[in-house]
């Protein structure tokens, strides 16, 4: 039941060339930055990731997007990382853009088993429809285009249908983990982890604090240990505050 590993090294050892990973985070929060530079280190690429965003230039998910490791993202926000509009418009990445809210969804029913389910966001746009540039050619003609969706009407509204995603591998990061896998979020820096998590078949999660089996409260558990492979403890270093925002202390008077 121990599944603390020595380091994030050891973590992604084995996460081989073209692996599909389900990555943590929302933005710069609750990023999964350790066990992302440690895969930098090891090499793999190739790899074809599902995530929120893809991380800025020189952090997170970007600096493999950086080292070109990344063939394929499946996001909802792509803003803020210039190499990813590069890599994008000139062809040397394939871009699946789903709604927000869907892509949550996605994930979860990838972990839950579920393989589709219908959902009212996208239909009457190209999310439906069809005809979203995935892949440019390096002219800027469409190489790879989105294919249109099945779509159903239920209680007189139509839907489309949005297949479950599940990954090779899911990268998270946690404020608390127990040896056996539990983990507890800080507030925002649940987002997207939790639902990656389930979606992987294989999960590494990175805690700020590792704690002993009992030390959590089952009803604090976020994520229950069931959905985790591999736990390495990584400390707080290295976060990073997306946009500070600051007042005088009298209240700018």
Same mark, same amino acid.
């Given at each position: ?102 892509? @949550?969804? *996605?994930?979860?029913?990838?972990? %839950? ?5 219908? +959902?009212? =966001?996208? #239909?009457?746009?190209? !999310? ?59 507030? @925002?820096? *649940?987002?997207?982890?939790?639902? %990656? ?5 294989? +999960?590494? =999660?990175? #805690?700020?604090?590792? !704690? ?42």
């Amino acid at each position: 039941m121990d599944k603390v590993v020595a380091s994030c090294a050891e973590a992604v050892r084995d996460i081989p060339d073209g692996a599909s990973l389900a990555v943590g985070g929302f933005g710069l929060n609750g990023v999964p930055h350790n066990l992302i530079s440690a895969l930098l280190v090891q090499g793999a690429t190739g790899l074809v990731t599902v995530s929120n965003n893809c991380g800025v230039d020189g952090w997170g998910l970007g600096v493999l997007l950086d080292a070109k490791r990344i063939r394929r993202t499946t996001g909802s926000y792509v803003g803020e990382n210039k190499e990813f509009e590069r890599q994008y418009l000139s062809g040397e990445l394939e871009v699946e853009l789903v709604p927000q809210g869907t892509l @949550a969804e *996605r994930l979860r029913a990838g972990g %839950c088993g579920i393989p589709a389910f219908f +959902t009212p =966001a996208g #239909v009457g746009t190209q !999310v439906a429809d069809g005809g979203l540039p995935w892949r440019y050619n390096t002219d800027g003609s469409v190489a790879l285009a989105s294919p249109r969706k099945e779509t159903r009407t239920f209680g007189g509204r139509e839907y489309v249908l949005e297949e479950g995603i599940v990954c090779d591998v899911a990268l998270v990061r946690a404020s608390v983990g127990d040896r056996h896998g539990n983990l507890v979020f800080h507030k @925002a820096t *649940r987002n997207f982890n939790p639902l %990656c998590a389930m979606a992987g078949k294989i +999960t590494l =999660a990175e #805690v700020e604090h590792l !704690v002993e089996p009992g030390q959590i409260d089952p009803e604090q558990v976020h994520l229950p240990g069931i959905y985790v492979q591999r736990v390495v403890e990584v400390g707080e270093a290295g976060k990073r505050i997306e946009r500070v925002t600051t007042r005088s202390r009298n209240g700018g008077r």
